[in-house]
């Protein structure tokens, strides 16, 4: 079943515990992203990649990471986490060529 | 710079009855894609219709259909027939394209509650 995966689905965690939330994609999509949604404001991307090793900020990079060292892999990383990054993530990617993104099921984080 | 607006938080509408949610949007660049996703209350994200803008007809999709009026630069999405299960919060987005190829960055809306009462 072609899908994009996120691990973990829901995390609760504390300010400055360093975390990684891993994106995958079965489809061989070049272009993979990571957005964040927060009440009122929809949904911003964080951050872009248009195939290995290339990755670009989005609107709302500060305090993200990224690598993409395989085709099918976009992880998150936050290296201190802060409460104002408490939101519902999504990562999405689409193939060459075509207009739809497919999205991942989000991941729900908490930073108390 | 790009923007979508929707200016309606929440929309109810009966079962059965087409109802319109709307979508504006704001760019000077001649090529771009408006899209409209689902999102129920399980949180996924379900891509539902795409407009090109340089297309000449409306989008079509089942019981969906955006009104595409680019002077107005608006793209309303009908659903026709409401059923329950269209209960959901419903986003508007737009993008370009990256690299001559694929479609980049969406930008979304702030979203419309639809509420489909029995």
């Known amino acids: 079943e072609a899908q994009v995966t996120q691990n973990p689905r829901y995390l609760i965690t504390v300010t400055g515990k360093k975390l990684t939330v891993t994106c995958s994609q079965n489809m061989n999509h070049e272009y993979m992203s990571w957005y964040r949604q927060d009440p009122g404001l929809g949904l911003r991307q964080i951050y872009y990649?248009?195939?290995?090793?290339?990755?670009d900020k989005g609107d709302v990079p500060e305090g993200y990471k990224v690598s993409r060292k395989e085709k099918r892999n976009f992880p998150l990383i936050l290296e201190s986490p802060s409460p104002n990054q408490t939101s519902l993530y999504f990562c999405?990617?689409?193939?060459?060529?075509?207009?739809?993104?497919?999205f991942g099921p989000g991941t729900r984080l908490t930073v108390t | 710079a790009q923007k979508i607006t929707q200016t309606q938080p929440g929309m109810f509408v009966q079962e059965k009855e087409a109802v319109t949610l709307d979508c504006t949007y704001d760019?000077?660049?001649?090529?771009?894609?408006l899209f409209w996703y689902k999102q129920p209350s399980s949180g996924e994200m379900i891509f539902l219709i795409y407009?090109?803008?340089?297309?000449?007809q409306n989008a079509t999709e089942g019981r969906y259909s955006l009104n595409f009026q680019k002077a107005r630069k608006s793209a309303n999405l009908v659903i026709s027939a409401s059923q329950l299960g269209d209960s959901a919060m419903y986003f508007c987005?737009?993008?370009?394209?990256?690299?001559?190829?694929?479609?980049?960055?969406?930008?979304f809306g702030q979203g419309t509650i639809l509420t489909v009462h029995p």
């Open positions: 999405a990617s689409s193939a060459r060529g075509a207009y739809e993104q497919y």
């Open positions: 990649s248009m195939n290995v090793e290339v990755t």
């Open positions: 760019t000077s660049d001649p090529s771009y894609g």
């Open positions: 987005a737009m993008a370009f394209r990256v690299g001559g190829t694929s479609y980049g960055k969406l930008t």
């Open positions: 407009q090109g803008s340089y297309d000449q």
